[in-house]
């Protein structure tokens, strides 16, 4: 059976070796890359900006952009038919092609990652390995910290004031460096539909700058529903009196905490939602008024098959409606809670109607093609290529930041500057 029949309905006149054959994993993979490259840009604004009012929201999304960050190139193994070759994007990185460029740009942006978390929580690191290396009876566990923590030193115990201050110096010039690189990685996700000229509905010059602002608009919004249902979950267990030794003792003190940093995050993914909403509106508009040779075929997909994904769902539910959530005055935890999902939604209906409604046409420009999203897997192929695929691919960096938030506390940590 070839590959896209599956989930294919076909309509009209189109070619017998036409099929969506990008399903919703290629979904999933701009939508993932953009959540890294969003997140840390999130981090970037304090360390490289020095927007204090986001310090502890930095902190946060940059171990959150390193668990994203595993989570990136998924999308592509389970997609492809041989999944063992997606090493070769790693092995063999080049720039003749946009999907081997992604080795060299992935490559990069992850030690740009790794090496600023390492500045940033080094001084922690000694602090944790230096009492357990003096300590002479160890247990069991305190032999397995002793060993991570003393190999993520990497040898260096120097925590005096000049050191720190070199430590300091380099995460400024690394989050500076990395976000253009961070946009670069997802830029180019754009970039590989944007130069498809075989494709109307892709070919744009704009798509890439189109992907980068969502990309942004999507990381912060994940970072902020992220913050809120971990600072909850921590809120119930200090009502219980479950929690450890945190920087915020009691309920009430979490809750002024996380309101002050919702507040403040809205107003930067208020900002850039509405740079990726008049990007998208600008391309919409400019590709009515040129009104080229296919313009009639991608009319009756935007205003017609696809009217519901695009104009409802994206646009009104997941644009329109959190903007004024969020526009409108004495926010809430809720109403934040709300938007954000919302906005998440909306991101992630951008990347479908992108992907699947730029396959929803037929190359005779007269024909159509319709994409059933296997709900129910009845074998590998439906699993990975539908929702059961999808949603295992969300929930993967939220099992590895819960793995991170062990090494480096993002909340009790309290930084030496």
Known sequence: MVHGELWTAKELFVYPNEYIYWSVQIVMYPFMTGLVAGAFVLSSLYHVFGIKQLKDMARFALVFSFALL??????????????????????????????????????????????????????????IALPLKEKQDKTLFEWFRFIIFCTLTLGVYDVSE?????????????????????????????????????????????????????????????CMLTYIITMEIRK???????????????????????????????????????FAISLEL??????????????????????????????????????????????????????????????????????????IGGQAFSLTFAGYMHYHLPIIPHDWETFKEGLGGALAIFIMPFALFWVLIKIFPVFSFKESH
Not at 94 to 112: E, L, M, Q, R
Not at 186 to 201: D, E, P, Q, R, T
Not at 343 to 351: E, L, S, Y
């Open 70 to 127: 595993f989570a990136a190139p998924m999308p592509i193994v389970l997609h492809l038919q041989h999944p063992f070759r997606g090493i070769n994007v790693f092995m063999t990185p080049h720039f003749t092609s946009a999907i081997a460029a992604f080795g060299i740009v992935f490559s990069a942006y992850g030690a740009i990652v790794a090496s600023e978390l390492w500045f940033l929580y080094r001084k922690h690191f000694v602090d």
């Open 162 to 222: 000049q050191s720190l201050k070199r430590d300091e110096k380099a995460i400024r010039v690394l989050a500076a460096v990395g976000i253009p690189v961070a946009c670069f990685l997802h830029g180019y996700a754009g970039f590989i539909f944007g130069s498809v000229k075989a494709n109307a509905l892709w070919m744009t010059p704009l798509m890439p700058v189109i992907f980068i602002m969502s990309a942004i608009v999507s990381g912060i919004a994940l």
């Open 236 to 274: 119930f267990l200090a009502s219980r009196k479950k929690t450890p030794y945190q920087m915020y003792q009691s309920r009430e003190e979490l809750k002024s905490a996380e309101i002050n940093v919702i507040k403040m995050t809205a107003r930067y993914l208020l900002f850039f939602l509405i």
């Open 282 to 355: 600008l391309d919409l508009i400019f590709r009515g008024y040129t009104a080229v040779k296919s313009w009639d075929v991608l009319r009756s997909v935007i205003y017609g098959r696809d009217f519901t994904d695009i104009f409802i769902l994206q646009y009104l539910v997941g644009n329109l409606i959190p903007f004024i959530l969020f526009l409108l005055p004495g926010l809430t935890i809720r109403r934040a809670l709300l938007g954000v999902v919302l906005v998440i939604f909306g991101v992630f209906m951008m990347r479908w109607n992108v992907v």
